[in-house]
């Protein structure tokens, strides 16, 4: 029992740490329609950024989460602007493969700059604290409490902004939206910012956890594009059930599979639900 | 638009002309082509902080060989790929470097994986490979002489680590190791030296892509190990002994020593990796082919896959320059003749080497990494292991043994 428990403690962890980046890959996805694979680079880059801030400058976590947002975010533009803006009318599936190509590009440059090797955030580490069988970590919490913030802080953006309900009727119905004077040029910028920027902090909430390197965010590219999908694409909140879920469902499937087999059951979750439902669980349309 | 058309005459002229172009360099060809030598090492991925050290290495071998007027007369050309630690990407490598390039040899293999999937294009294309995979299984498949392997099977290491876990008094050991070809049989030799001891042993294979492993501890420390051995490479390794630490593991901590590297122990809290035990194939430090490492490429301690590949890279130029040929097949019938020839002239560096063979001396070359004899799977006969351990944020050499 205790086991049970303690595996869905670990699971809605990294469910949480997904989270964040899925949220972002989700956002984009339901204002411009096409996966942004360039997300895995985003997360490396604002965990990158994130080190400079906290290892170099000397600033505290938040405030080095605030600058992987900021940087994050800033990429995330100029690349859509430069690269991928003018193939957006050749078809979906043109900009994903051009993403693909782009998070190469991405993740080498920060390769070139940083090095291969692997970095820790200057960040002390504590054991774990103990509720009878159960253990939890601190820094897991505190990543736990840092998420959660953010998918509230963006809930609340999404729901009370006027830029949120603009996002939000793009997203919707982009000619309705332009015909009620809503600029999709403009929205699009700010939700690749928010996107981008969303993702690069998850790639820290992950760092802070593990160690960094260029391939960060490669690791988890699949764990985030199939929590998207589970969730429903395009949908913030299935983002966020979606990564719960399949946190929940890899810590447990290790209780009854060898740990080998974890990310496979990542592709299951994926391949169930696009047999099953293919919208997604809380996706409104067929993807 | 220019009409295009073509008549009888210039057909035949063309048809001539092509003909001879393609008759005219081929000659030429065959005398002063540079011999090709292909290096596949992981420039990104895990073994990605090897790689570029490792290519630096053969480089200035093969500047130093040029500079003194080449092999058979002929210039050595290096062309380096990145196999990205990655099978897939490994073997679109080698297609390019046997299919395009067309090299006589690939060396610097890394991790087992790779080489595994590399192998058979080389034996198929006799290309020759040489590898510092440790994978028992490689030097196991049916590659007709085309491979050699600088780095000590994994039944020498599994065994090596189990012994120093008995000999620092562990009874209940635990081998956590990602999916690699090596994970087995390190496993039973391991279990093999500690049950001889009267000790337990458990095992998990985990998917080294993730981003937390606090499950994989959980199941770790159901088990009650006074000892972990770390199986893993350098990222998946940082986040296990975190993950350790965090679940108050504080028994022995046994690691390979290229996952535990000074990048390692510096990217994590001290704490996190303090008195781990790395153990690693020892170089031959002290001897003159090291010392001369040293100095050519500017490295202070050279990695073992460092020292290993520069052996490689001496011992098939002079295997080309003994056998007067520069294919695979010949390298591969003429490797042992100077790695290891009876009362042969101690060598240890490829210059040397050519010219006593030049004056038709038998050689024995003592290299970098060890005395770089081969038996007939390809494995080396003997080798060094070197014991270090994490001591305040720095690897303290325990023994050499």
Known sequence: MSQLL??????????????????????????????????????????FAAWWANVAMGLPIPAALLVAFAVTGFVGVVAEETSLKRLRNNGALIVAIASIALNLVLENIVRFIFGNEMRGYDLPIARDMRFGDLRIGPQQLQSLLLAVAIMAAMFLFLRYTRFGKAMRAVADNPDLARLKGIDPAKIAIVTLFLGAGLTGVGGVLIGLDTSIDPLTGYRVLLSVFAAAVLGGLGSIPGAVAGALMLGIAEELALLVVPATYRTGVGFVAILLMLTFRPRGLLGERAA | ????????????????????????????????????????????????????????????????????????????????????????????????????????????????SVTTAVAPLCWESKTFLATVSGADSITQLPHQGYLIRTQPNTTLQGRKFGEFCVAEKAKRVFFLSPQTPFAKSQFDNITEAVKKAGGETGSLIYDDKKPAYRSEIDEVLRFKPDAIIFGGYTPDTAVMLKDAYRAGYGGLKVAFGYAVNQKLVESVPAEVVDKTFTIAPSPAEGSKAYARLVKMIGVASPDPYTTQVYDQINLILMAIAIAGDTSGTAIKDAVRKISQAQGGAKVDNALDGLKAIAAKQPVDYDGASGPCDFTETGDIADCQFRYEQVQGGKLALVKIA
């Not at chain 1, 964040?20 to 984009?28: D, H, K, L, R, Y």
């Not at chain 2, 093969?62 to 990407?89: F, H």
């Open chain 1, 6 to 47: 303690q595996a869905l403690v670990n699971g809605v962890m990294t469910g949480t740490l997904i989270a964040v980046p899925a949220i972002g890959f989700s956002a984009i996805f339901a204002v411009l329609r096409y996966p942004n694979f360039a997300i895995a680079a985003y997360a490396t880059i604002g965990a």
């Open chain 2, 1 to 112: 638009m220019t009409a295009f058309t073509t008549d009888r005459r210039t057909l035949l002229a063309g048809a001539a002309a092509l003909a001879g172009l393609s008759a005219l360099p081929g000659r030429t060809l065959a005398q002063g082509a540079p011999i090709k030598i292909g290096t596949l090492t992981p420039l990104t991925g895990a073994g990605g902080p090897y790689g570029p050290v490792m290519v630096k290495a053969v480089k200035a071998v093969v500047d130093e060989v040029n500079a003194a007027g080449g092999v058979l007369g002929r210039k050595v050309e290096l062309i380096s790929e990145d196999d990205q630690t990655n099978p897939e990407a490994g073997v679109r490598a080698a297609r390019k470097l046997i299919d395009v390039d067309k090299v006589s040899a690939i060396l610097g293999t890394w991790a087992s």
